[in-house]
């Protein structure tokens, strides 16, 4: 941002400077442009040299799950939008209280009539030996996340000192960039501050599964290293080496620049009910300040401080009367949630329910038949719920006995309708943790015309933060608008609130190895699926793992699970390869021998240059494999997601205007790509020249040759849809040609959606991603082509010949033949 | 174990768990035999209400087959069709005996003829 034009001269309003760029400070502007957006000319100084971005979210862009922009709450529009000077990148330095001015470590001074200070808080550093070595870093801004990529990327062992959230997020993040993590934590349980102790236990046993080295009470000596971080040491002696070390044991209110200019600090600064400081003009807000003797470190009070402030500065005080906490998160995956007091003592009584094997734990403590703190582990779906009835403090004497079972068990469903659950929330019960959104406040932004989930997100910024709201938001959509509910992200099918890319994502990232196992994770509502998730997620796993997943056959379609294309009358055909479209009089022999052995009543030339045997039967199918493997021929795979054809012309050994040999490539590619499972069908074609007679410009991959070399088209269809394809770019080789269509193969493999076509999918993603990918990343580009090599080395096993030697006969064969009178089984 | 009410089909381990097997009866349709996740078996005329998809290709899940065909969803128990789809398949009475699938006969012939 310019640093120049901070005051014009024709402004007469009064001047509202903001120190602190974070989520506090733009937060409280939002709110004061939401009630007054005239009333004051606003300069915000900001200390990163950035857009104002959503630092819970850090998280999520350490474990590669987001980038940058996608976490980035207001960009440059929204501050010229609505007018605002932004001075990102040099931080206040000090507050002139006399002369109303803040001066910059950059030498800018700038006056103000109302000052707030939104300056968060800093993260403590244990004071020990080694703190300042280079590779001790904290976890509080963008600029610690790229350090600590940059140390992922090369690779060895990191240390986190601090097992609370940001510790263990932190964790999380570089244990799946690959590092090895040991996570140092003085107390005996880990997040002690959120879950009880059997709650902790049950996370230390989840993490330590995921890799993860998990010290408790381990209380640090010194971080050891010449000139740079080599390990860590801890009191009783043991030496942990390390490469990077994350303190993350805890933040302390930034407080120095109040107490240079004579504000009152106690362990905040001190603000009253309407976020004013001890000098009138000055303000606080967020993390750095103290309200009521009580300093908070979540996001929640933080939204309601922003409400009261912006009151305040419109003359319509409200007052701040301080905030319950309860905190829903997702440590690593695991879903969390806790709020009020659970440590117990007298009057309490604890209900608990423990479900091991589903790995869910509730503890809810009463005191004189009010709530007053839940735990949950591995099931949060009621925290709202415990939080709603905690804060209003109602009597649950007439609920005690079905508590634990959570609200629809409670309030007399029976069966557990996490609509009717909504349904019964209170208007004021909160629905999004992060932002601090009631339920009567999304139902009024739905009733404002934000019909999907994605304008909910964006007007009062429900489900927006973290997302573990987002099954409680849509249920609110639904409820409200009944059937207009515009999709959103479409979920896989009606067995899970994920998207394709959603699931996707968390099989890699857990590492979950089968279907079962997603199921479980995710939670599924079914209990093993639909015809619509098993075959994807069958996919999915199948991509994720080469060579180490178990194909789950009954969760194929059933051409895929017999290798033959079932027909309307229940008979299969048969379409055996014939590589680049070639083949030769051994090869027909045994077609038409087959034809008559099985009285196949027709075989038809299809459009992908091969020949197609209708009308055998099932049991047949085994023998007529037999029969086609002894003449050389194996499947080609015309059932299946998966490479269909390379169709070829007959290019420069036959064309008088061929330009390079179509053929020879078209079976290279064809040799190559085979037997590899897709999201959907993929067909390629090579022309040998711009006449294009194979039609290549309608393929999934087309290559048409020109006298330079080899101009590699993309994303055609020759479908319901014609499209034709896009250019992706031209290449002077054959083997150039090879190697793009591997990793354009792989890519779409890895980032398409289960039965996605890749026109569809370059629609979506739009070309420039593929290219950014494919053409401009060679580096990116030779990996894509290695693992879809990898892939390849155990898939290209004809599927045909194991059946034809007697594998998985049961799917061919009847269990019994029945004739009446006389049966034999 | 064949008796002159059931017909004696073969072992339970023999059908695929959330799959199927078929049993051929001699001048008219297959019988589908599902065995579902949680070990229930069903059997059903192998013919879909819709366009006569062999049920017995489809995926199992829950209580239902998917028809290869179009997709449909037959419940297992009762033989309709769920969802939107209106239609039902002739069930045939099923029963485990020593670990052995009896189908009942005089369904089979009065759902296969």
């Known amino acids: 941002m310019e640093h120049s034009p901070l005051s014009p001269e024709a402004d007469t309003r009064d001047h509202l400077v903001v120190i602190g760029n974070g989520m506090a400070g733009c937060r409280a502007v939002e709110e004061l442009l939401a009630r007054d957006p005239a009333r004051y000319r606003v300069t915000i100084f900001g200390a990163e040299p950035r857009v104002n971005y959503n630092r819970i979210m850090l998280s999520p862009v350490l474990a590669g799950e987001k980038c940058f922009d996608d976490i980035v709450i207001n960009d440059a529009d929204w501050y010229n939008a609505n007018g605002i000077a932004l001075v990102a990148g040099d931080p206040v330095v000090a507050i002139d209280r006399t002369a109303r001015t803040v001066t910059t470590r950059g030498g800018l001074t700038e006056s103000y009539d109302r000052l707030l200070i939104a300056t968060g808080s800093d993260p403590f550093i244990i004071p020990v030996p080694g703190k300042d070595l280079p590779g001790v870093i904290a976890f509080r801004d963008m600029d610690d996340v790229d350090t600590m990529l940059a140390a992922a990327d090369a690779g060895g062992d990191a240390v986190v000192i601090g097992g609370g959230l940001l510790g263990l997020e932190a964790a999380h993040g570089l244990s799946l960039r690959g590092m090895k993590v040991t996570v140092l934590h003085l107390m005996p349980t880990l997040m002690e501050r959120q879950l009880d102790e059997a709650a902790g236990w049950l996370l230390k046993n989840a993490l330590e599964e995921r890799g993860q080295t998990i010290l408790t009470g381990a209380d640090t000596a010194e971080i050891v290293g010449d000139g740079k971080v080599e390990g860590v040491k801890l009191k009783d002696g043991t030496l942990i080496p390390a490469s990077l070390v994350v303190m993350a044991v805890g933040i302390r209110p930034s407080v120095v620049l109040a107490r240079d200019a004579g504000l009152a600090v106690g362990r905040g600064i001190q603000v009253d009910d309407h976020m004013v400081t001890s000098d009138p003009h000055i303000l606080a807000v967020g993390e750095c300040v103290e309200h009521d003797g009580q300093v908070y470190g979540l996001v929640a009070p933080l939204w309601d401080m922003c409400r009261s402030l912006a009151d305040g500065l419109v003359e319509q005080p409200s007052g701040y009367r301080g905030s319950v906490t309860s905190t829903k998160l997702k440590v690593s995956g695991i879903d969390v949630f806790s709020a009020g007091d659970f440590s117990g003592g007298d009057g309490c009584e604890d209900i608990v329910l423990r479900d091991a094997s589903r790995g869910v734990y509730k503890r809810v403590i009463v005191k004189d038949d009010r709530i007053v703190g839940a735990v949950l582990y591995g099931d949060t779906a009621d925290g709202s719920w415990y939080f709603d009835l905690l804060k209003k403090q109602e009597d649950v004497s007439q609920l005690r006995d079905l508590l634990i079972f959570g609200q629809a068990f409670a309030a007399g469903g029976g069966a557990a309708d996490p609509k009717a659950a909504v349904a019964a929330l209170s208007d004021d019960a909160e629905i999004c943790g992060c932002n601090g959104v009631t339920k009567g406040q999304v139902v009024s932004c739905i009733a404002k015309g934000a019909h999907s989930l994605d304008a909910v997100r964006g007007s009062c910024k429900a489900s927006a933060s973290c997302g573990s709201c987002t099954g409680l938001v849509e249920n609110i959509l639904a409820l409200t608008l009944g059937d207009d509910v515009q999709a959103g992200p479409k979920t896989m099918c009606k067995c899970t609130s994920f998207g394709h890319d959603d699931v996707r994502r968390e099989i890699v990232a857990q590492g979950m190895r089968s279907i079962p196992e997603v199921m479980q994770k995710l939670h599924w509502t079914t209990p093993d699926g639909c015809s619509s998730c098993r075959p994807a997620l069958n996919y999915y796993l199948l991509c994720a793992l080469p060579g180490e997943y178990v194909d789950d056959q009954q969760s194929r379609f059933v051409n895929e699970r017999l290798h033959a294309n079932i027909q309307k009358d229940g008979t299969y055909s048969v379409v055996p390869r014939m590589w680049g479209g070639l083949t030769n009089p051994t090869e027909l022999r045994a077609i038409a021998d087959v034809v008559e052995k099985y009285n196949a009543p027709m075989v038809k030339v299809t459009g992908g240059q091969r020949l197609d045997i209708f009308g055998i039967k099932k049991e047949d199918l085994p023998a007529v494999w037999a029969d086609l493997n002894a003449a050389g021929m194996v499947s080609g795979h015309a059932y299946g997601k998966a490479l269909r054809t390379v169709k070829t012309c007959v290019g420069s050994e036959w064309c008088r205007f061929g330009t390079q040999d179509s053929t020879g490539l078209g079976v290279k590619l064809e040799r190559m790509s085979w037997g590899s499972w897709m999201p959907h069908k993929f067909k390629i074609a090579v022309s040998g020249c711009p006449r294009n007679c194979a039609e290549a410009t309608i393929k999934d991959f087309g290559v048409v040759c020109v006298d330079s070399g080899y101009e590699l088209h993309v994303g055609g269809n020759g479908g319901i849809h014609v499209r034709a394809t896009d250019l992706l770019c031209k290449v002077a080789t054959e083997q150039e040609a090879m190697d793009y269509c591997a990793a354009f193969i792989q890519l779409y493999r890895e980032e398409a959606r289960y039965l996605e076509r890749t026109a569809p999918w370059i629609e979506r993603v739009g070309l420039e991603h593929i290219k950014a990918r494919i053409v401009d990343d060679a580096p990116g580009r030779e990996a894509l082509r290695a693992r879809f090599l990898f892939s390849q080395s155990f898939s290209q096993d004809d599927p045909w010949a194991q059946r034809a030697e007697g594998a998985e006969a049961e799917h061919h064969a009847p269990m019994a033949r029945f004739t009446p009178q006389k049966e034999i089984a | ?113």
């Not at chain 2, 059908?15 to 001699?26: E, L, M, N």
């Not at chain 2, 179009?70 to 398949?89: F, M, P, V, Y």
């Open chain 2, 1 to 113: 174990m064949t008796t002159a009410e059931w017909l004696d089909i073969g072992w339970i381990d023999q059908i695929p768990v959330r799959g199927s097997r078929t049993v051929q009866v001699a001048g008219g349709d297959d019988i589908a035999v599902f065995r579902t996740a949680e070990g229930k078996v069903f059997a059903l005329l192998d013919r879909c209400p819709h366009k006569h998809g062999r049920l017995s290709q489809g995926i199992v899940h829950g209580g239902a087959v998917a028809c290869p065909l179009h997709n449909w969803r037959i419940s297992l128990s009762t033989g309709e069709a769920l969802g939107e789809d209106k239609g039902c398949t002739p069930t045939v009475p099923v029963k485990i005996d020593g670990g052995r699938v009896l189908i009942c006969r005089a369904s089979t012939l009065k759902a296969a003829a």
